[in-house]
């Protein structure tokens, strides 16, 4: 038979022996199910500490958490490392004398202006005898009011960083150095995707030469600098470099704020993923190299006196006329002149207004000739013209036209009036002549024989 104090069989009359049992039996249940929750519940939170302890220490940056007093309450593994010291040797210590080994907070200290104003601080310090240099980030810890109890630094270790930005900072300055430091006027453009330019900058030789300050240039496009005509003659020369995709060059002349000057500009491709992004440009001003070579030029070509050509450049162009008839089959006539009675000239009136006669004589020439006629002095008082595409009839009426201006038209020298005349020998091109020495001398004949008939006349040579 079953005992009064056990349980019948069944849902039902288990369930009533549970509902009749004494009070004391459900306040035990209630305790063991209260204790069990604290169980899990500490049990969590122990996985929890494990959890956060694990994530703490696996950090890379170094962190400690301080106090309000600035006393150190923790710090992870990576920390421990970078001081040198446990976890024991920290514990209630104060942060700045581990760091920075000093007696009292750093100057600008973060942890104290957060204390000041409640928000999180960065804070870079160097700290020389760990070669490091620390980017802190000093945020601030609350309590259940809101109030301030302490404060978690986190330190990164920015060495390296540090290190690649001063080697960084040492390449640019040398780059300034070099870009400001040369003698060529240098300046960089930016390539657009649209197929244009913009200025990016200039050095200062480039300003001083181009009058074009940097702030007169930056973000500005060849037309908008410098006017639609111009600088669409700029931005050919610079897609030209962008589609030969390798250093160009070339001279320029420019009328620019710092005046009007020639340049040789050099432009080298930039290239970033394939394509010219930039282009960097190096202009030398060789405006005074143009004009010595010019006055070099001028000097082997011209006569001083005169300005027309001098016998050796007229020599030259003689043989050139020579073979240019020859090879087309023209002709051309070559006169011959000089002034009649010069020396009387001289005696009369000096040798300073002989040489206005002569430099009258020269603005003679160039008045009565045609722009194709060629006039040159070949010493003294004697001048010679080529007469292009001219056979002896026509440049015989060219030379007595001459002739009569010349006779009509008196030197002024100072106060004095100075009347003169010239003789004039006349010879024209013939298939057997190929010398010019030879066409100079039946010319310099008939000048001779003009002399010689009473001067003041023109006179032809036959020749064959």
Known sequence: MNSPEAPARGLDAGTDWFMNKPFETLELVARVKSMLRIQRTEQAQQESDERYRMLFNAMTDPIMILAKDRTVLEANEAMLKLLGLSQDKILGQLYFCLAHKTEAPVQDCPHSRMLLDGREHLHEVSIPEWEAHLLVKVTPLHDDQGQITGSI??????SLLKKAEKRLKMIFDEYER?????????FLVEVLENGTFRFMRNNRAHQTSTGLSLDDLRGKTPQELLGEELGATISRNYMNCVQAGKPCSYEEGLSLPGG????????????????????????????QRKLTEEKLRFLATTDELTGLWNRRHFMKVLEQEIERTRRYGQTFSLLMLDIDH????????GHAAGDQVLQHLAGLLKKHLRTVDLP??????????ILPQTDAHGAYAIAERLRSG????PAQTGKTVVSFAVSIGLVASQSSLSDPDVILKMADDALYQAKRAGRNRTVVNPGE
């Not at 070099?178 to 240098?186: E, K, R, V």
């Open 342 to 349: 010069f020396k009387t000239v001289n005696d009369n009136y």
């Open 153 to 158: 630094h986190v330190a990164r270790d920015v």
């Open 376 to 385: 040159g002095r070949l010493g003294g008082e004697e001048f010679a013209v």
């Open 178 to 186: 070099i870009f400001h430091g040369t003698q060529d006027a240098m």
């Open 260 to 287: 009007k000057k020639i340049w040789r500009t050099t432009l080298t491709p930039v290239f970033e993923n394939d394509k010219v992004a930039y282009i960097v440009g190096s202009s030398q001003d060789i405006t």
């Open 406 to 409: 010349i006779e009509r038209s």
